[in-house]
T-cell receptor, first 113, second 116 residues
Framework: GESVGLHLPTLSVQEGDNSIINCAYS??????FIWYKQESGKGPQFIID?????DKRQGQRVTVLLNKTVKHLSLQIAATQPGDSAVYFC????????????FGAGTRLAVHP | DAGVIQSPRHEVTEMGQEVTLRCKPI?????LFWYRQTMMRGLELLIY????????DSGMPEDRFSAKMPNASFSTLKIQPSEPRDSAVYFC??????????????FGDGTRLSIL
């Protein structure tokens, strides 16, 4: 499910399955990472964030994994529900800056009953 | 708590007209961002304010675009004159930034702008 170019990749899953959305970030100096969910007609909604001194962080039904060696971030959603259908964006930032987020192109998650 | 509030939600106008988009950030937040989202370019940062002062406007496309933040609870993004290529969804986001610590930005539901 990595975002490539202008085409929005789609991850299709069955309701109840676990989903994994991947993201490759670009700046090795980035030390703050965040996942957003965007539903049609709405703004990006904060899901979970992680700082570079951690490699895993868990929320409610979501887990973010960070691999700084290969500059890779993933979002795991447990027991995926139809309401999880949306576009998911990862973003990176460098704390020496001003909280400027650099967004990936996004991955569309489609949950089928 | 009220989130970031943007108005109008939709705007359709003719090329050459002035367009003003409005944003009310979350109360107590000291940082405000304007973004533009298109299918071709994704989410792009246009301008960033901290404590009502513009800090980075390097993303503003050209002189036709201007943004102001007269006080901590209100910001505007103006396009004059508007062009069809300005058609996009414009988002405002705010956060409470302390020093160099990054915090999540919270987004409004955007203004969908169509320039005919």
């Amino acid at each position: 499910g990595e975002s490539v170019g202008l085409h929005l990749p789609t991850l299709s899953v069955q309701e109840g399955d676990n989903s994994i959305i991947n993201c490759a970030y670009s700046n090795s100096a980035s030390d703050y990472f965040i996942w957003y969910k965007q539903e049609s007609g709405k703004g990006p909604q904060f899901i979970i964030d992680i700082r570079s001194n951690m490699d895993k962080r868990q929320g409610q039904r979501v887990t973010v994994l960070l691999n700084k060696t290969v500059k890779h971030l993933s979002l795991q959603i447990a027991a995926t529900q139809p309401g999880d259908s949306a576009v998911y964006f990862c973003a990176e930032a460098f704390s020496g800056g001003y909280n400027k987020l650099i967004f990936g192109a996004g991955t569309r998650l489609a949950v089928h009953p | 708590d009220a989130g970031v509030i943007q108005s109008p939600r939709h705007e359709v106008t003719e090329m050459g007209q002035e367009v003003t988009l409005r944003c009310k950030p979350i109360s107590g937040h000291n940082s405000l961002f304007w973004y533009r989202q298109t299918m071709m370019r994704g989410l792009e940062l246009l301008i960033y304010f901290n404590n009502n002062v513009p800090i980075d406007d390097s993303g503003m496309p050209e002189d036709r675009f201007s943004a102001k933040m007269p006080n901590a609870s209100f910001s505007t993004l103006k396009i004059q004159p508007s062009e069809p290529r300005d058609s996009a969804v414009y988002f405002c986001a705010s956060t409470d930034r302390e020093g160099y610590s990054n915090q999540p930005q919270h987004f409004g539901d955007g203004t969908r702008l169509s320039i005919l």
